[in-house]
């Protein structure tokens, strides 16, 4: 069984005059633990929607996903994608932002979990040192690093 299995999906959207618009058409790819993989392709072709859908943050037409063997439903901390723009809330440091995206992968966790995973996430990507920037203070690098912890 390969670590992600994205089996026939298809995924359509309606645009603003009710046209319909095939996005996608039965893509099967099944990658392995380990494996590298690249999307390459034109501009609309179809890339950051299979991410998308990867990702969880949007549900095929048709078709499904499997990761580590469970059906993909929605978002989750197995997965990860690193978005084009940071993502960050402007008004949250760069502790809040990361512990906001904790607290909603480890629902009930304890506070102090929270504080010691967020630290760490921070840790893991060399900005311990920003904890308590904004976003407009700190690079643009370091908003993506943000963004990954």
Known sequence: MADLEINDVSM???DRSGKGLLALDRISLAIEDSEFVCLIGHSGCGKSTLLNIVAGLLAPTKGAIRCAG???SGPGPERAMVFQ???LLPWMTCY???RLAVKQAFKGAAASELKDRSEQALKLVHLEHAINKYP??????MKQRAGIA
């Open 12 to 14: 359509s959207f309606v």
């Open 96 to 98: 809040e932002n990361v």
């Open 70 to 72: 469970t059906t993909i």
């Open 85 to 87: 723009s940071h993502a």
């Open 136 to 141: 407009f203070e700190v690079s643009g690098g």
